[in-house]
T-cell receptor, first 116, second 111 residues
Framework: AAGVIQSPRHLIKEKRETATLKCYPIPRHDTVYWYQQGPGQDPQFLISFYEKMQSDKGSIPDRFSAQQFSDYHSELNMSSLELGDSALYFC???????????????FGPGTRLTVL | QKEVEQNSGPLSVPEGAIASLNCTYSDRGSQSFFWYRQYSGKSPELIMSIYSNGDKEDGRFTAQLNKASQYVSLLIRDSQPSDSATYLCAVKYQAGTALIFGKGTTLSVSS
């Protein structure tokens, strides 16, 4: 079965640089979520999109922005990178409905961002 | 503040034993409950979802939900060394919103 695709899988940036992470949800899934997981931490919700509109916002820094496109893929744009942004960034998607078994989130393999 | 609490472990069990993982949550409005398994450096992998009070079984895994006590648990029967991982309890307050994760319980199954 098709899974969530994320690219790139690994990214190394310098402080103050910018980075763009991409997420391709499971086909026919209409909701995309972004999470950040620091070393030894649990995943922290950043932002989500439903049908190309922002649906929920968590602890996303103002330096970060995201959007969902007409083909449902999503991009997380990160500017003025700081050392503390080094983490695993996961994208998850869920199918239409949002109730019962359809609200399950399926995670992609993640992008490991290292800021030097 | 919506919180999800888990014992961090490590929880050590011998191969073939039952592993019991527990989770409590703070928000009574929570509707959906999930258990994910995560290997080091990998993404969370869904094990089970549960929405109604009672037990839900899937193979060697049984999830239990008690909304009155705000408690969710996961039982792993016939534990295998390959089950050694961090188990994340996740709670969703309402449809369309984020998962709130516990800090995870590290399970170690010895052969």
């Amino acid at each position: 079965a098709a899974g969530v695709i994320q690219s790139p899988r690994h990214l190394i940036k310098e402080k103050r640089e910018t980075a763009t992470l991409k997420c391709y949800p499971i086909p026919r899934h209409d909701t995309v979520y972004w999470y950040q997981q620091g070393p030894g931490q649990d995943p922290q919700f950043l932002i989500s999109f439903y049908e190309k509109m922002q649906s929920d916002k968590g602890s996303i820094p103002d330096r970060f922005s995201a959007q969902q496109f007409s083909d449902y893929h999503s991009e997380l744009n990160m500017s003025s990178l700081e050392l503390g942004d080094s983490a695993l960034y996961f994208c998850a998607s869920s199918p239409p409905g949002g109730r019962g078994d359809t609200d399950t989130q399926y995670f992609g393999p993640g992008t490991r961002l290292t800021v030097l | 503040q919506k919180e999800v609490e888990q014992n961090s472990g490590p929880l050590s069990v011998p191969e073939g034993a039952i592993a019991s993982l527990n989770c409590t949550y703070s928000d009574r409005g929570s509707q959906s409950f999930f258990w994910y398994r995560q290997y080091s450096g990998k993404s969370p992998e869904l094990i089970m979802s549960i929405y109604s009070n009672g037990d839900k079984e899937d193979g060697r895994f049984t999830a239990q939900l008690n909304k009155a006590s705000q408690y969710v648990s996961l039982l792993i029967r016939d534990s295998q060394p390959s089950d050694s991982a961090t188990y994340l309890c996740a709670v969703k307050y309402q449809a369309g919103t984020a998962l709130i994760f516990g800090k995870g319980t590290t399970l170690s199954v010895s052969s």
